[in-house]
C-alpha cells in the first residue's frame, strides 16, 4: 500500500506546476484525498481535499481561487493544479489519504496512508 506525490520542481513567480498523487497496492475509489505541505521551519498545513466521488473540494484561503483538486479514479490518481504561483507557496507537497471518503479533513491526523512527499520551489 503506497501513495506517490511526483511533479515538483522549481517555477517563476506566477507559474503553473501539476502535481500528482498514485496509488499502489489499493483503490482510491472510497478514500478522501487531500494535499499538505510544509514549508522548511513550518509547521505542515492543509491544502485542499477531495472527497472519493470527487463531486466536492475544500480548499485553504491563502490557496482558493489558484489551486484545484481533481480526481481520475480510473487512473487510480488524484491532481493538485497550482495556478498563479507565488514564492510563500515553496514546500514540500504531501497527498493523503483518508477512509472518511465523505468528508474533507483539515486536520491531518485523519489521513491513514500518506506519500513521500515533492518539493515545490517558487523563485525567479
Known amino acids: 500500500v503506497q501513495l506517490q506525490a511526483f511533479g515538483g520542481g522549481l517555477v517563476q513567480p506566477g507559474g503553473s506546476l501539476r502535481l500528482s498523487c498514485a496509488a499502489s497496492g489499493f483503490n482510491l475509489d472510497y478514500y478522501g484525498i487531500a494535499w499538505f505541505r510544509q514549508a522548511p521551519g513550518k509547521e505542515r498545513e492543509f491544502v485542499g481535499g477531495?472527497?472519493?466521488?470527487?463531486?466536492?473540494?475544500d480548499y485553504a484561503d491563502s490557496v482558493k481561487g489558484r489551486f484545484t483538486i481533481s480526481r481520475d479514479n480510473a487512473k487510480n490518481t488524484v491532481y493538485l493544479q497550482m495556478n498563479s504561483l507565488k514564492p510563500e507557496d515553496t514546500a514540500t507537497y504531501y497527498c493523503?489519504?483518508?477512509?472518511?471518503?465523505?468528508?474533507?479533513?483539515?486536520?491531518?491526523?485523519?489521513?491513514?496512508?500518506w506519500g513521500q512527499g515533492t518539493e515545490v520551489t517558487v523563485s525567479s
Open positions: 493523503a489519504a483518508s477512509l472518511s471518503g465523505s468528508m474533507v479533513y483539515s486536520d491531518s491526523s485523519r489521513y491513514r496512508y
Open positions: 477531495i472527497k472519493w466521488r470527487g463531486d466536492s473540494t
